[in-house]
């Protein structure tokens, strides 16, 4: 069964600083894969999608990459702000479901002024 | 180019009323799923439609629960016998073969059952 880990589960750093969220799917075989920020009380929004044929995708201060022999993915904030603290969740389609998508729990941020 | 709909935004029902909650998906997006986030948790898949194939209810938490989807488009979920323990925010979420199913989600249903 694909299970689906991010790292930290928390995380709290100064404006400004460059940060890293990991993913990690128990099953490398990954379709592709979606990252998106949730807001508290609010719905989902995309930020990134690698798509099977992709090994990384950059958006603004963003950037994310996906390792397919490990099942593997960073997420890079660049130069982090207040307005990033929110909730990152990592989100893939395994090979042998691709119109199935597994969420992980999720990564808190919070970015102090 | 409207997104992903949900509604209503808000309901509060008391324990062992039915409710029904809608989802409008992008149109022309070929999947639409449903699910379930409750407070401080992540989210629990529910149901999934893929155009005309039987619908993936493998998610659902119990038999009170069903969802239909009309026409390829508008999905409903309903919820029998609500009870306290459905109180979560249900979020609906479409995707596209050719846009490499990349989901685009509904602000989401809170639902609160007294």
């Known amino acids: 069964k694909q299970e689906v880990t991010q790292i930290p589960a928390a995380l709290s750093v100064p404006e400004g600083e460059n940060l890293v969220l990991n993913c990690s799917f128990t099953d490398s075989a990954i379709y592709n894969l979606q990252w998106f920020r949730q807001d508290p009380g609010k719905g989902l929004t995309s930020l990134l999608l690698i798509q099977s044929s992709q090994r990384e995708q950059t958006s603004g201060r963003l950037n994310a990459s996906l390792d397919k022999s490990s099942g593997r993915s960073t997420l890079y904030i660049a130069a982090s702000q207040p307005g990033d603290s929110a909730t990152y969740l990592c989100a893939g389609s395994p090979k042998t479901s691709y119109d199935k998508v597994i969420f992980g729990p999720g990564t808190s941020l919070s970015v102090i002024p | 180019g409207a997104g992903v709909s949900q509604s209503p935004s808000n309901k509060v029902t008391e324990k062992g009323k039915d409710v029904e909650l809608r989802c409008d998906p992008i149109s022309g997006h070929t999947a639409l799923y449903w699910y379930r986030q409750s407070l401080g948790q992540g989210l629990e898949f529910l149901i999934y439609?893929?155009?005309?194939?039987?619908?993936?209810k493998s998610g659902l938490p119990s038999d009170r629960f069903s969802a239909e989807r009309t026409g390829g488009s508008v999905s409903t979920l309903t919820i029998q016998r609500t009870q306290q323990e459905d109180s979560a925010v249900y979020l609906c979420?479409?995707?596209?073969?050719?846009?490499?199913?990349?989901?685009?989600f509904g602000p989401g249903t809170r639902l609160t059952v007294t």
């Open positions: 439609f893929q155009g005309n194939s039987a619908p993936d």
């Open positions: 979420a479409s995707s596209f073969a050719s846009a490499g199913y990349e989901q685009y």
